[in-house]
C-alpha cells in the first residue's frame, strides 16, 4: 500500500469517529496523502469550527516534517531550539499532539490529523485511526 485513498481514508475516519464517540468528544478528522494533499476530512456534528483548519494542519504538518506533531511540542516552546517554527509556512506549522504520520515500510505515505479537544484526546483518537490504518497492513 502506497496510496492512501478515498475508501482508506475513510476507513481511518470511521476507526477515529468511534474513538472520539467513546470518549463523548465531536471531533474534526483529516487525513492527507503523502504531498500533504487532502484525501478527506470529517467533522462530526457539532465540532468546533475552528478545528477543521487546526485539523487538516495537523496532518500537514506529520507529512511536512515526517513525525507525529507532539514531538514538536518541548522543541518549540519559549527559549527552546525550535522557538517560533509553528510561524513558519504561513502559520501552517503545528506543534502540539493530534496529528500523525502514516508510515509503510518507514515511508510516510499520508497522515491523520485530529482537533477538537484536549492534546491528549486529540492523539487517542488519532491513534484510534492509526490503528484501522496499521489494521490493515497486515
Do not use: C
Request: proline share 3%.
Amino acid at each position: 500500500m502506497n496510496k492512501i485513498t478515498l475508501d482508506l481514508a475513510k476507513e481511518l475516519i470511521a476507526g477515529a469517529e468511534e474513538e472520539a464517540k467513546n470518549i463523548g468528544v465531536a471531533m474534526v478528522i483529516t487525513v492527507v496523502d503523502d504531498g500533504g494533499n487532502l484525501v478527506a476530512i470529517h467533522r462530526m456534528d457539532d465540532a468546533w469550527l475552528a478545528s477543521i483548519d487546526i485539523a487538516q494542519n495537523k496532518a500537514w504538518t506529520a507529512v511536512a516534517l515526517k513525525m507525529p506533531t507532539s514531538a514538536l511540542a518541548e522543541a518549540t516552546v519559549p527559549a527552546a531550539e525550535l522557538y517560533g517554527l509553528n510561524t513558519t509556512n504561513n502559520g501552517r506549522l503545528v506543534v502540539f499532539g493530534g496529528g500523525i504520520p502514516l508510515v509503510v515500510e518507514d515511508k510516510v505515505v499520508g497522515a491523520i490529523g485530529v482537533s477538537g479537544s484536549t492534546v491528549p484526546h486529540d492523539v487517542q483518537v488519532a491513534e484510534a485511526g492509526v490503528n484501522a490504518f496499521n489494521s490493515k497492513l497486515t
